[in-house]
């Protein structure tokens, strides 16, 4: 009887430890947090490209047409800019406003941003969303996004979402 409590009290123990690759001291509270932005085309030279910051930071930027840089790229967010977005997407109910705000007008880009925070993925696509009710903390979660982005090593002088075509 006291070998199987001496077994049980080790596989208690065992059970307990921290896993050697698991998320460390540092790690966000939400491991499933990710923030995209997609940027569309319009009938002119709109930058086209899809951005993505996932809870450890990391970026991946993918230019399509009229930026900068084609092709996919990576790099890291900086903490604090990771933190503001995190934080804004909480404090704007991100995860429960409506799917869509378009607007009635042609010509422009729609810009697409897609969370997932705590398992759950929500997605507003924003095509002057501002002119028919749209929170004004979308278009700030863009530019978050956006300025997030922009700490990549691919970028020499902040030109990498408004360059001319190549």
């Not at 001291?25 to 993505?52: H, K, N, Q």
């Not at 977005?85 to 378009?102: C, H």
């Not at 978050?144 to 700490?151: F, N, P, T």
Request: hydrophobic share 45%; with cysteine; proline share 7%.
């Amino acid at each position: 009887m006291k070998r199987l409590a001496a077994a049980l009290a080790v596989l208690l123990l065992a059970a307990c430890a921290p896993v050697a690759n698991g998320p460390g001291p540092d790690a966000p509270g939400d491991p499933t947090f990710s923030a995209t932005l997609e940027r569309t085309a319009c009938f002119g030279t709109c930058p086209i490209y899809r951005v993505t910051i996932t809870a450890d930071g990391k970026v991946v930027f993918e230019g399509i047409r009229f930026v900068a840089a084609v092709g996919r790229r990576e790099g890291q967010a900086d903490p604090a800019k990771l933190a503001a977005l995190i934080a804004l997407v909480d404090s704007s109910r991100f995860m429960s406003l409506k799917p869509q705000y378009r607007a009635q007008v042609t010509d422009l880009p729609s810009q697409v941003v897609t969370i997932t925070r705590n398992g759950r993925i929500h997605r507003v696509e924003d095509y002057a969303g501002r002119a028919v009710g749209m929170p004004e903390d979308v278009a700030r979660l863009e530019a978050l996004i956006d300025e997030a982005a922009k700490d990549g090593p691919w970028v020499g002088d902040r030109e990498l979402f408004t360059g001319a075509p190549r």
